[in-house]
């Protein structure tokens, strides 16, 4: 099976991460995702639910078929979207690899931070283009922590972000994926295939953006290794403070901080 374990854990703390990143990201990420009233949509590898309750708020009329691996993911999802008082969304547990859907199921297929996750994502993705329409659609969002630039600059700052880079490569993912959607979707055999970059840019004039983003999306992620960093020695106790310290300073009032998401949009 081509997954790894995920990177960041299913901590309380990780489940509360991601539902910052999904309200922070909403308007850059998913604005212009909706689908028509009466459409069939799978998001394949759902987690906790934080893009699913996005995804049906945009798209109200839509009939989606929310997927993931993990039980316990798919539990808390589901209790999400009850507590949002959100009808349109039907959860099953499936391996992204061996879906239980006949072809041509649906109309649209959502995938957002899953392929960083395995091993063989271009086997996922042609995997899923069968139980697509003729014509239908995929929607890819992954990120690229290569494209993290900041103010201050720090050397330990670039190497606490390696280490999390180095983990997720060492169990088979890849945090560096983003830059690869073009080739990843157009080999798995898509056609009009259109990839563009989402910046995130954060400095002061930007505080839902600094809280939401900078604090507790990215440094927050990276500081989630802290104990497998000191485990492997990958970098010294005090190198890895100084680094996560240094991430929390850009959200200081002359700090700056940027990265870039890749969305791929693309038809069978």
Aim: glycine share 8%.
């Amino acid at each position: 099976m081509a997954y790894h374990m995920y990177v960041h854990g299913y901590s309380a703390r990780e489940s509360e991460r991601l539902a910052d990143q999904a309200q922070t990201l909403t308007e850059i990420l998913h604005d212009d995702t909706r689908y028509p009233p009466g459409s069939r949509v799978l998001e394949a590898g759902c987690g906790i639910g934080a893009q699913t309750v996005i995804l049906a708020r945009n798209s109200p009329s839509a009939r989606i078929t929310s997927v993931d691996i993990s039980e316990i993911s798919l539990q808390q999802a589901q209790e999400t979207i009850r507590q949002e008082g959100i009808t349109n969304v039907t959860f099953r547990q499936g391996d992204i690899f061996q879906l239980p859907f006949e072809p041509a199921t649906f109309d649209h297929i959502f995938v957002c931070f899953v392929l960083e996750h395995l091993t063989e994502p271009q086997q996922a993705l042609e995997g899923l283009r069968p139980l697509l329409k003729e014509g239908g659609t995929l929607t890819v969002i992954e990120g690229d922590h290569g494209s993290t630039f900041f103010h201050p600059e720090n050397p330990d700052a670039r190497q606490a972000i390696e280490c999390l880079v180095t983990l997720q490569h060492q169990a088979g993912g890849n945090a560096l994926i983003g830059r690869q959607l073009y080739p990843l979707v157009t080999g798995a055999g898509y056609r009009d295939v259109r990839v563009s970059p989402r910046m995130v840019y954060v400095d002061a004039s930007r505080p839902g953006l600094v809280e939401g983003f900078t604090k507790l999306t990215f440094t927050a992620m990276v500081e989630g290794v802290t104990d497998e960093v000191h485990r492997q020695g990958l970098m010294s106790r005090d190198a890895w403070e100084r680094g996560i310290a240094a991430l929390y300073r850009t959200a200081e009032p002359d700090g700056v901080f940027c990265y870039t998401f890749f969305k791929a949009t693309a038809r069978r």
